[in-house]
Protein backbone atom coordinates (compact mmCIF):
# COMPACT_ATOMS: atom_id res chain seq x y z
CA UNK A 1 0.00 0.00 0.00
CA UNK A 2 1.47 2.93 -0.84
CA UNK A 3 1.12 5.35 2.28
CA UNK A 4 1.54 8.71 0.62
CA UNK A 5 -1.70 8.07 -1.35
CA UNK A 6 -2.94 6.13 1.88
CA UNK A 7 -2.76 9.99 3.73
CA UNK A 8 -3.30 12.54 1.43
CA UNK A 9 -7.02 11.03 -0.11
CA UNK A 10 -7.71 9.98 3.29
CA UNK A 11 -11.88 11.46 4.14
CA UNK A 12 -11.81 13.61 7.00
CA UNK A 13 -12.63 11.54 9.32
CA UNK A 14 -9.83 8.72 8.67
CA UNK A 15 -7.76 11.59 9.30
CA UNK A 16 -9.28 12.82 12.69
CA UNK A 17 -8.95 8.66 13.98
CA UNK A 18 -5.81 8.35 11.68
CA UNK A 19 -5.98 5.53 10.27
CA UNK A 20 -8.49 3.91 7.72
CA UNK A 21 -9.76 0.72 6.66
CA UNK A 22 -8.14 -1.22 3.74
CA UNK A 23 -10.58 -4.89 3.12
CA UNK A 24 -9.66 -6.52 6.39
CA UNK A 25 -6.39 -4.12 7.45
CA UNK A 26 -6.63 -1.16 9.48
CA UNK A 27 -4.08 0.84 8.97
CA UNK A 28 -1.97 3.55 10.19
CA UNK A 29 -1.95 6.57 7.77
CA UNK A 30 1.39 8.23 9.08
CA UNK A 31 3.22 4.92 8.94
CA UNK A 32 1.29 1.88 7.49
CA UNK A 33 1.29 -0.04 10.49
CA UNK A 34 -1.72 -2.23 10.06
CA UNK A 35 -4.15 -4.69 11.97
CA UNK A 36 -5.71 -7.16 10.41
CA UNK A 37 -9.57 -7.68 11.59
CA UNK A 38 -10.27 -11.01 13.62
CA UNK A 39 -6.88 -10.81 15.17
CA UNK A 40 -6.82 -10.64 18.55
CA UNK A 41 -3.25 -8.96 19.26
CA UNK A 42 -1.21 -8.93 22.60
CA UNK A 43 0.45 -6.07 24.66
CA UNK A 44 2.11 -5.98 27.88
CA UNK A 45 0.05 -8.79 29.06
CA UNK A 46 -3.38 -7.57 27.46
CA UNK A 47 -5.31 -8.60 24.37
CA UNK A 48 -6.85 -6.52 21.97
CA UNK A 49 -8.53 -6.56 18.99
CA UNK A 50 -7.63 -4.97 15.77
CA UNK A 51 -8.90 -1.63 15.65
CA UNK A 52 -8.84 -0.98 19.61
CA UNK A 53 -5.11 -1.89 18.78
CA UNK A 54 -4.43 0.46 15.88
CA UNK A 55 -5.79 2.97 18.25
CA UNK A 56 -3.05 2.43 20.84
CA UNK A 57 -0.52 2.11 18.43
CA UNK A 58 -1.88 6.36 17.04
CA UNK A 59 -1.29 6.82 20.81
CA UNK A 60 1.85 4.85 21.61
CA UNK A 61 3.76 6.03 18.17
CA UNK A 62 2.72 9.20 16.99
CA UNK A 63 0.81 10.59 20.42
CA UNK A 64 -2.42 11.41 18.84
CA UNK A 65 -3.79 11.88 15.21
CA UNK A 66 -3.69 15.70 15.38
CA UNK A 67 0.03 15.72 16.99
CA UNK A 68 0.97 13.75 13.97
CA UNK A 69 -1.08 15.69 11.10
CA UNK A 70 0.22 18.96 12.70
CA UNK A 71 3.76 17.44 12.82
CA UNK A 72 3.44 17.05 9.10
CA UNK A 73 5.01 20.67 8.47
CA UNK A 74 4.04 23.96 6.84
CA UNK A 75 3.95 22.51 3.40
CA UNK A 76 1.37 19.98 4.02
CA UNK A 77 -0.97 22.16 6.65
CA UNK A 78 -0.24 25.46 5.33
CA UNK A 79 -0.34 26.80 8.74
CA UNK A 80 2.50 29.47 9.56
CA UNK A 81 4.86 28.63 12.76
CA UNK A 82 2.87 31.09 15.25
CA UNK A 83 -0.36 29.18 13.75
CA UNK A 84 1.27 25.89 14.48
CA UNK A 85 2.10 26.53 17.65
CA UNK A 86 -1.36 28.26 18.26
CA UNK A 87 -3.04 25.15 17.71
CA UNK A 88 -1.05 23.04 19.38
CA UNK A 89 -1.44 24.95 22.89
CA UNK A 90 -5.20 25.08 22.08
CA UNK A 91 -5.90 21.07 21.59
CA UNK A 92 -3.49 20.92 24.85
CA UNK A 93 -6.85 22.72 26.44
CA UNK A 94 -4.66 25.90 27.90
CA UNK A 95 -6.77 28.95 28.27
CA UNK A 96 -6.14 32.12 26.83
CA UNK A 97 -4.70 33.43 29.68
CA UNK A 98 -2.23 30.88 30.05
CA UNK A 99 -1.22 30.96 26.08
CA UNK A 100 -0.71 34.56 26.69
CA UNK A 101 1.69 33.62 29.60
CA UNK A 102 3.60 31.21 28.22
CA UNK A 103 3.70 32.92 25.31
CA UNK A 104 4.86 36.52 26.40
CA UNK A 105 2.55 38.48 24.17
CA UNK A 106 0.68 41.13 24.92
CA UNK A 107 -3.48 40.60 25.82
CA UNK A 108 -5.91 37.53 26.07
CA UNK A 109 -7.19 39.50 23.06
CA UNK A 110 -4.84 38.74 20.35
CA UNK A 111 -5.06 35.26 21.12
CA UNK A 112 -9.03 35.96 20.06
CA UNK A 113 -8.33 37.63 17.40
CA UNK A 114 -5.93 34.30 16.27
CA UNK A 115 -8.83 32.70 16.65
CA UNK A 116 -10.89 33.99 14.82
CA UNK A 117 -8.18 33.87 12.24
CA UNK A 118 -8.23 30.31 12.42
CA UNK A 119 -12.15 30.02 12.22
CA UNK A 120 -11.56 32.29 8.49
CA UNK A 121 -9.09 29.87 7.16
CA UNK A 122 -11.18 26.91 8.34
CA UNK A 123 -14.11 28.53 6.61
CA UNK A 124 -11.66 28.81 3.54
CA UNK A 125 -10.35 25.98 3.84
CA UNK A 126 -13.86 24.27 2.95
CA UNK A 127 -14.57 26.31 -0.08
CA UNK A 128 -11.80 25.44 -1.65
CA UNK A 129 -12.23 22.07 -0.87
CA UNK A 130 -15.65 22.17 -3.08
CA UNK A 131 -13.90 23.85 -5.81
CA UNK A 132 -11.41 21.14 -6.32
CA UNK A 133 -14.01 18.16 -6.35
CA UNK A 134 -16.21 20.13 -8.78
CA UNK A 135 -12.59 20.54 -10.90
CA UNK A 136 -12.41 17.01 -10.72
CA UNK A 137 -15.90 16.57 -11.90
CA UNK A 138 -15.47 18.63 -14.75
CA UNK A 139 -12.79 15.76 -15.95
CA UNK A 140 -9.97 18.21 -15.64
CA UNK A 141 -6.82 16.71 -17.05
CA UNK A 142 -3.35 17.05 -15.40
CA UNK A 143 0.15 15.63 -15.20
CA UNK A 144 0.87 12.69 -12.69
CA UNK A 145 2.74 14.33 -10.35
CA UNK A 146 4.52 12.34 -7.61
CA UNK A 147 3.35 12.80 -3.94
CA UNK A 148 5.19 14.31 -0.95
CA UNK A 149 5.46 11.16 1.51
CA UNK A 150 4.19 11.41 4.21
CA UNK A 151 7.49 12.19 6.60
CA UNK A 152 8.88 15.11 4.24
CA UNK A 153 10.37 17.23 6.04
CA UNK A 154 9.49 19.90 3.67
CA UNK A 155 6.96 19.91 0.89
CA UNK A 156 8.80 22.44 -1.83
CA UNK A 157 9.73 22.97 -5.47
CA UNK A 158 11.34 19.62 -5.76
CA UNK A 159 8.07 17.92 -5.09
CA UNK A 160 7.01 19.55 -8.89
CA UNK A 161 7.73 16.41 -10.48
CA UNK A 162 5.92 14.36 -12.86
CA UNK A 163 6.21 10.25 -12.86
CA UNK A 164 7.40 10.79 -16.32
CA UNK A 165 10.51 13.23 -14.99
CA UNK A 166 11.10 10.77 -12.56
CA UNK A 167 11.23 8.17 -14.40
CA UNK A 168 13.59 10.01 -16.97
CA UNK A 169 15.72 10.84 -13.71
CA UNK A 170 16.35 7.34 -12.68
CA UNK A 171 17.41 6.28 -16.38
CA UNK A 172 19.94 8.91 -16.26
CA UNK A 173 21.08 8.16 -12.79
CA UNK A 174 21.36 4.30 -13.33
CA UNK A 175 22.51 4.35 -16.43
CA UNK A 176 22.99 0.37 -16.12
CA UNK A 177 20.16 -0.44 -14.49
CA UNK A 178 17.40 0.79 -11.57
CA UNK A 179 18.83 -2.24 -9.67
CA UNK A 180 22.76 -1.12 -10.23
CA UNK A 181 25.18 1.50 -8.73
CA UNK A 182 23.83 5.06 -8.85
CA UNK A 183 26.27 7.12 -11.43
CA UNK A 184 27.10 10.16 -8.82
CA UNK A 185 25.31 11.71 -5.94
CA UNK A 186 26.38 15.01 -7.40
CA UNK A 187 22.81 15.96 -8.50
CA UNK A 188 20.30 18.58 -8.17
CA UNK A 189 17.29 18.77 -5.94
CA UNK A 190 14.71 16.69 -7.60
CA UNK A 191 17.34 14.81 -9.19
CA UNK A 192 17.98 13.98 -5.59
CA UNK A 193 14.74 13.16 -4.35
CA UNK A 194 13.68 11.00 -7.14
CA UNK A 195 16.99 9.05 -6.32
CA UNK A 196 16.37 9.18 -2.68
CA UNK A 197 12.92 7.64 -3.24
CA UNK A 198 14.18 4.79 -5.62
CA UNK A 199 16.92 4.01 -2.78
CA UNK A 200 14.56 3.94 -0.18
CA UNK A 201 12.14 1.52 -1.83
CA UNK A 202 15.17 -1.21 -2.30
CA UNK A 203 14.91 -1.32 1.56
CA UNK A 204 13.54 -3.88 3.42
CA UNK A 205 10.30 -2.00 5.03
CA UNK A 206 9.85 -4.80 7.31
CA UNK A 207 13.39 -5.02 8.80
CA UNK A 208 14.80 -2.76 11.64
CA UNK A 209 19.11 -2.66 10.85
CA UNK A 210 21.96 -1.65 12.70
CA UNK A 211 24.22 1.00 11.55
CA UNK A 212 26.47 -1.88 10.22
CA UNK A 213 23.86 -3.02 8.17
CA UNK A 214 22.87 -0.29 7.00
CA UNK A 215 25.64 0.51 5.58
CA UNK A 216 25.93 -3.12 3.82
CA UNK A 217 22.73 -2.36 2.29
CA UNK A 218 23.62 0.83 1.15
CA UNK A 219 27.13 0.45 -0.07
CA UNK A 220 25.76 -1.66 -3.64
CA UNK A 221 23.62 1.64 -4.30
CA UNK A 222 26.68 3.87 -3.89
CA UNK A 223 30.44 4.02 -2.36
CA UNK A 224 29.81 7.17 -0.26
CA UNK A 225 27.39 4.99 1.70
CA UNK A 226 27.05 7.47 4.62
CA UNK A 227 26.15 10.25 2.45
CA UNK A 228 23.38 8.64 1.38
CA UNK A 229 21.95 7.59 4.48
CA UNK A 230 22.24 10.95 6.05
CA UNK A 231 20.14 12.13 2.93
CA UNK A 232 17.66 9.62 3.57
CA UNK A 233 17.06 10.71 6.99
CA UNK A 234 17.43 14.07 6.16
CA UNK A 235 14.63 13.73 3.19
CA UNK A 236 12.65 11.66 5.74
CA UNK A 237 12.96 8.55 4.04
CA UNK A 238 14.65 6.76 6.50
CA UNK A 239 14.14 7.01 9.94
CA UNK A 240 16.59 5.61 13.33
CA UNK A 241 16.55 5.20 17.14
CA UNK A 242 18.03 8.68 18.57
CA UNK A 243 21.00 6.06 20.13
CA UNK A 244 21.62 5.17 16.93
CA UNK A 245 20.87 1.57 17.95
CA UNK A 246 17.91 0.98 14.63
CA UNK A 247 17.29 2.00 11.41
CA UNK A 248 13.81 1.65 9.35
CA UNK A 249 12.21 2.89 6.35
CA UNK A 250 9.82 5.55 6.81
CA UNK A 251 7.49 3.68 4.19
CA UNK A 252 6.59 1.05 6.15
CA UNK A 253 7.10 2.00 9.76
CA UNK A 254 8.91 1.17 12.59
CA UNK A 255 8.66 -3.25 12.68
CA UNK A 256 7.25 -4.25 16.41
CA UNK A 257 10.49 -6.09 16.92
CA UNK A 258 12.91 -5.57 19.49
CA UNK A 259 17.09 -5.80 18.56
CA UNK A 260 18.78 -8.58 19.53
CA UNK A 261 21.23 -8.21 23.07
CA UNK A 262 23.98 -8.50 19.93
CA UNK A 263 22.90 -5.75 18.22
CA UNK A 264 22.23 -3.40 20.78
CA UNK A 265 25.76 -3.53 21.80
CA UNK A 266 26.71 -2.30 18.03
CA UNK A 267 25.41 1.30 19.64
CA UNK A 268 27.64 3.74 17.38
CA UNK A 269 26.96 6.39 19.80
CA UNK A 270 27.88 7.65 22.65
CA UNK A 271 24.52 8.17 24.77
CA UNK A 272 25.98 10.10 27.41
CA UNK A 273 27.12 12.68 25.74
CA UNK A 274 23.93 12.74 23.51
CA UNK A 275 22.03 13.45 26.79
CA UNK A 276 24.49 16.02 27.34
CA UNK A 277 23.69 17.91 24.38
CA UNK A 278 20.08 17.26 24.71
CA UNK A 279 20.44 19.58 27.88
CA UNK A 280 22.34 22.26 26.31
CA UNK A 281 19.51 22.77 23.77
CA UNK A 282 17.00 22.98 26.60
CA UNK A 283 18.53 25.29 29.00
CA UNK A 284 17.35 29.14 29.08
CA UNK A 285 19.84 30.81 26.85
CA UNK A 286 20.26 35.19 26.55
CA UNK A 287 21.44 36.52 23.49
CA UNK A 288 21.12 39.10 20.89
CA UNK A 289 18.48 38.57 17.89
CA UNK A 290 17.72 40.17 14.61
CA UNK A 291 14.40 39.99 12.22
CA UNK A 292 15.40 40.57 8.61
CA UNK A 293 13.60 41.56 5.51
CA UNK A 294 15.08 38.70 3.13
CA UNK A 295 15.02 41.05 0.14
CA UNK A 296 16.39 43.81 1.23
CA UNK A 297 18.63 42.85 3.98
CA UNK A 298 17.02 45.35 6.63
CA UNK A 299 17.74 44.40 9.99
CA UNK A 300 15.77 45.04 13.62
CA UNK A 301 17.95 43.81 16.19
CA UNK A 302 17.48 43.32 20.31
CA UNK A 303 18.61 41.27 22.71
CA UNK A 304 16.07 38.83 24.70
CA UNK A 305 16.98 37.95 28.25
CA UNK A 306 15.21 34.16 26.80
CA UNK A 307 15.81 33.81 23.37
CA UNK A 308 12.86 31.08 23.64
CA UNK A 309 10.67 34.34 23.74
CA UNK A 310 11.34 35.30 19.83
CA UNK A 311 7.99 33.43 19.44
CA UNK A 312 6.48 36.44 21.05
CA UNK A 313 7.63 38.72 18.77
CA UNK A 314 6.56 37.08 15.62
CA UNK A 315 2.73 36.70 17.60
CA UNK A 316 3.02 40.70 17.88
CA UNK A 317 3.92 41.41 14.30
CA UNK A 318 1.39 39.20 13.33
CA UNK A 319 -1.29 41.37 15.46
CA UNK A 320 0.37 44.49 14.49
CA UNK A 321 1.53 45.49 18.22
CA UNK A 322 5.02 45.43 17.79
CA UNK A 323 6.66 48.61 18.97
CA UNK A 324 9.00 49.35 15.80
CA UNK A 325 6.55 51.42 13.33
CA UNK A 326 8.53 50.76 10.23
CA UNK A 327 9.07 47.23 10.85
CA UNK A 328 5.82 46.72 11.68
CA UNK A 329 4.65 48.66 8.30
CA UNK A 330 6.77 46.27 6.22
CA UNK A 331 5.58 43.06 7.73
CA UNK A 332 2.20 44.09 7.18
CA UNK A 333 2.87 45.46 3.38
CA UNK A 334 5.21 42.05 2.68
CA UNK A 335 4.11 39.00 4.93
CA UNK A 336 5.60 37.06 7.41
CA UNK A 337 7.37 34.73 4.53
CA UNK A 338 9.59 37.59 3.60
CA UNK A 339 11.61 37.73 7.02
CA UNK A 340 13.79 35.36 8.98
CA UNK A 341 14.50 35.43 12.77
CA UNK A 342 18.15 34.79 13.33
CA UNK A 343 19.95 34.63 16.39
CA UNK A 344 22.93 36.53 16.31
CA UNK A 345 24.79 35.48 19.48
CA UNK A 346 24.31 33.33 22.67
CA UNK A 347 25.50 35.02 26.20
CA UNK A 348 28.24 33.50 27.92
CA UNK A 349 27.61 34.81 31.39
CA UNK A 350 30.33 36.62 33.55
CA UNK A 351 31.71 35.42 36.55
CA UNK A 352 31.44 38.55 38.23
CA UNK A 353 28.53 38.62 40.36
CA UNK A 354 28.49 42.39 40.07
CA UNK A 355 27.60 42.53 36.69
CA UNK A 356 24.01 41.45 35.92
CA UNK A 357 22.94 39.81 32.72
CA UNK A 358 20.61 42.72 31.90
CA UNK A 359 23.96 44.78 31.94
CA UNK A 360 26.11 41.95 29.86
CA UNK A 361 22.77 41.60 27.34
CA UNK A 362 23.09 45.91 26.69
CA UNK A 363 26.53 45.56 25.63
CA UNK A 364 26.36 42.49 23.36
CA UNK A 365 23.24 44.31 21.74
CA UNK A 366 25.51 47.38 21.12
CA UNK A 367 28.07 45.77 19.48
CA UNK A 368 25.47 44.15 17.16
CA UNK A 369 24.18 47.17 16.70
CA UNK A 370 26.87 48.83 15.98
CA UNK A 371 28.99 45.86 13.74
CA UNK A 372 25.79 45.86 11.64
CA UNK A 373 24.57 49.40 11.86
CA UNK A 374 21.03 48.72 10.74
CA UNK A 375 20.34 52.27 10.01
CA UNK A 376 18.14 54.17 7.30
CA UNK A 377 18.46 51.29 4.40
CA UNK A 378 20.65 49.10 6.64
CA UNK A 379 17.63 48.64 9.23
CA UNK A 380 14.57 49.55 11.29
CA UNK A 381 16.45 51.61 14.09
CA UNK A 382 16.65 55.33 14.47
CA UNK A 383 20.57 55.94 13.98
CA UNK A 384 21.85 57.21 17.07
CA UNK A 385 22.07 60.94 17.72
CA UNK A 386 25.82 62.43 16.80
Not at 266 to 271: A, G, K, Q, T, V
Not at 342 to 366: C, F, M, T
Amino acid sequence: MNMTDTLWNAPIEDLKKGYARSGELFVCLFCGHSAEQGVIYAENGSFYEAEKFMRRHIASQHGSAFEALIGQGKKATGLTDHQNALLRLFYSGRSDDEIKKELGIGSASTIRNHRFALKEKERQARLFLALMELLKQQGDSEPAFIEPHPQAGTRDDRYNLTEEEERQILGSAFPDGPDKPLRTFDLKEKQRLAVLRHTAARLDDKRLYTEKEINAALEPVYADYAILRRFLIEYGFLDRESDGSAYWTTRGGKPESDLSPTQKEELPMNRRKELQEIYKEIKQESGVYRIVHKESGRSFIASLPNLKSMEGRRFELNNGSFKNKALQQDWKTYGEEAFEFEVLEVLKPSDNAYISVRDQLGELEAKWMNQLRPYGDRGYHRPPAE
